[in-house]
């Protein structure tokens, strides 16, 4: 059975240049010619242009793309490689959400942590006191990006405001659960992003939201690039 390119695009809305495009990027097998030097297309390319749409929402165009180009290419190990990347990407995304969400259980009432109340500006030495933590840690925590407080421009001191405590009291929270400093800094540039704790319940529910999205997405895109694979 013969296709024309017109034949692939209408099944996904996409215009013929598209898959002119996909085929030059090496994302469809070479197609064949009519005499007269007209792309012919045969059902193979129908599968492999929905194996590649169906991956794209799960690990990207860009990585889409080098996986098809792996199995097309007859590596299939570069290919597994490439989805063993995504899987672990997604894994990681997880566990970061995991842990902004233990965190923040120990920041609200009802949690095993719930702070005393913040007013005004505090300093390192009755923060640290408050934690039962040296004023080191904190500096430690400073020079890696966690929390950076304010100088006072008389003194030179550092200053926590109310926002810097509560990056505190979350990175406390998770060095206690044992994740790295690394992985706190991203924990605490979502909350910020979000504009604090509070705010952040919508944020998390969007995120999960869309790791589970993305997680369909792979198991959809497993399935049409293994229906490919196996395609005679």
Do not use: C, K
């Amino acid at each position: 059975m013969r296709l024309r390119p017109i034949d692939l695009a209408r099944e996904h809305g996409l215009s013929t240049q598209a898959v002119r495009n996909y085929e030059e990027a090496g994302i469809l097998p070479p197609a064949g010619r009519s005499p007269s030097g007209y792309r012919l297309y045969a059902p193979r390319h129908a599968a492999a242009l929905r194996a590649f749409l169906a991956l794209a929402p799960a690990h990207g165009h860009a990585t889409a793309g080098a996986i098809m180009r792996a199995v097309n290419g007859g590596e299939v190990e570069e290919a597994l490689r490439l989805i063993d990347g995504s899987h672990a990407q997604l894994a990681d995304d997880r566990r970061t959400l995991e842990e902004v969400e233990e965190a923040l259980r120990g920041l609200t009432p009802g949690g095993e942590r719930p702070p005393e109340p913040v007013e005004g500006v505090t300093f390192i030495g009755p923060l640290a006191h408050r934690l039962g933590i040296r004023p080191a840690t904190l500096r430690t925590w400073e020079r890696a990006g966690l929390v950076v407080p304010r100088r006072d421009p008389r003194t030179g001191y550092r200053v926590y405001t109310p926002a810097d405590v509560r990056d505190v009291l979350l990175a406390h929270q998770l060095r206690r659960g044992g994740y790295g400093l690394e992985r706190i800094a991203r924990v605490l540039e979502r909350v910020r992003a979000a504009g604090g704790a509070g705010p952040l319940g919508a944020t998390l529910r969007e995120w999960r939201d869309r790791l589970t999205a993305r997680g369909l997405a792979m198991l959809a895109g497993a399935a049409a690039l293994d229906s490919y694979r196996r395609f005679p």
